[in-house]
């Protein structure tokens, strides 16, 4: 499960189209289509508006896909397809300040409380070939959605193309990168670690990193006896707005059933993260009131190197706790 | 922003024994089903939040408890489940 980005060869099609399929179900069914439910049921943005905004901006004519193309160009383009669409709609996910749409109500009206809400995902399945053909259809549709929920969104001034700049510039200033300098300041400098582990958003403004504002930022250090892991098993609550994106499995379903239940069992058989029986593995869920990240142990071997150099080592998922940061051997972090 | 632990009023202390009702009918909805009715430790108190981006109003105080995998799930793993609960979720024991 542990994914390799980059631009190495695939190894595993069958585990990238999974991806895909689940990431993209995730952000169909628990952050547009809810958001849709939600404006029109508070009258903001009606099934109607959608459907002005359909005729009055037609759809470019879809480029056939050419199903005798190369597999793995197939499978990239499609991952490409899903960040598109994650990051249109975090464009358009724009709360206005007289009328805000609090992210717990998002929750209940997407059934993260009650399975009885919970938008239905399409049976997949199948031949290799066909999934591909079917997500190609998928994701051209529900651009196609999203990209009418945006014109009508600004059509009726419900946004503007100001908010979605700033937006923009938001989304961009993010990212996993700030959590790899946070944590290489932590490990050369026990002060900083010790006022992280304290006081957490806060600690993180002598980066001149912006602090967020989503909840409290709880900070689990791993140490010789125990290894922390994070999962939000409600939802997927994580502390994006400082971090940028978890890795896509931590939206899926089967890790958050499986790490709870066996945290030590799933470390290993999914991720390949075996450790001592001497360590214990704790397992932190998070809410949205304090979002938990993992401060990975320092790999050995880096004595002297410079905060920018121990940043390389830091992956995403060390943060979650589901591998170690990068030993120097095992070369640098190209993300 | 989230205001500081310290001038809210906790009903429990780090290190108490407390179990987890199995509903809480005003109770924030927040709980995993998994722990509901199982014991734990308060491992600590994070005051009460104030997070006008993910709720209105204000939550009662929240406090992390530990529980042992084995208590909730069974089996004999020694690997532990560190959840953010509410008090008004909270017994003491």
């Known amino acids: ?335 | 922003m989230n205001t500081n632990t310290s001038e809210v009023k906790h009903c429990f202390q780090v290190g108490d024994r407390v179990q987890v009702k199995q509903t809480s009918p005003a109770g924030n909805p927040r709980t995993p089903t998994y722990v509901k009715g199982k014991n734990g430790v308060v491992t600590a108190l994070h005051g009460t939040m104030v997070n006008p981006l993910d709720h209105r109003g204000v939550y009662p105080p929240l406090c992390s408890v530990l529980f042992s995998v084995r208590d909730v799930f069974g089996g004999t793993s020694r690997d532990t489940l560190s959840v953010d609960l509410h008090e008004e979720w909270l017994v003491e024991l």
């Open chain 1, 1 to 335: 499960m542990a994914d390799n980005p980059g631009h190495s060869h695939m190894q595993d099609f069958e585990g990238h189209v999974h991806a895909v399929e689940a990431d993209l179900e995730y952000w169909r069914t628990k952050r547009l289509e809810p958001r849709i439910f939600q404006l029109h049921r508070r009258g903001v943005l009606t099934l109607y508006d959608l459907l002005h905004a359909a005729a009055d901006h037609p759809a470019a004519p879809a480029a056939p896909h050419d199903a005798e193309q190369d597999i793995e160009i197939r499978i990239r383009a499609l991952e490409d397809g899903l960040d598109e669409y994650t990051r249109g709609i975090n464009l358009i996910s724009i709360d206005e300040a007289d009328n805000p749409m609090v992210i717990e109500d998002t929750r209940k009206e997407r059934g993260d409380y009650d399975d009885f809400f919970r938008i239905a995902k399409p049976p997949h399945g199948g031949r290799l070939g066909d999934r591909i053909a079917r997500l190609e259809t998928d994701l051209r549709e529900y651009k196609r959605l999203l990209e009418v929920v945006t014109h009508a969104l600004l059509d009726k001034g419900v946004i503007t193309a100001e908010q979605m700049e700033r937006q923009c510039a938001f989304l961009e200033g993010r990212g996993a990168w700030n959590g790899a300098r946070i944590v290489a300041r932590a490990w050369v400098d026990p002060v900083f670690k010790q006022n992280l582990i304290a006081r957490g958003r806060e600690a993180v403004r002598e980066l001149n990193i912006p602090p967020g504002r989503l909840g409290k930022l709880g900070v689990a250090e791993n140490t010789a006896a125990i290894h922390n892991v994070v999962v939000c098993t409600l939802c997927s609550c994580y502390p994006h707005d400082l971090l940028g994106d978890p890795p896509w499995w931590y939206r899926d379903d089967s890790y958050k059933e499986c790490i709870v239940r066996d945290p030590r069992g799933t470390l290993a058989d999914r991720f390949g993260l075996r450790l001592p029986d001497d360590v214990e593995v704790r397992v932190y869920d998070s809410t949205s009131d304090v979002r938990w990240m993992v401060l990975p142990d320092r790999p050995s071997g880096t004595e002297g190197w410079s905060e920018e150099q121990l940043a390389q080592l830091v992956t995403i998922d060390s943060l979650v706790g589901t591998a170690p940061a990068l030993s120097p051997a095992s070369g640098q972090n190209d993300c």
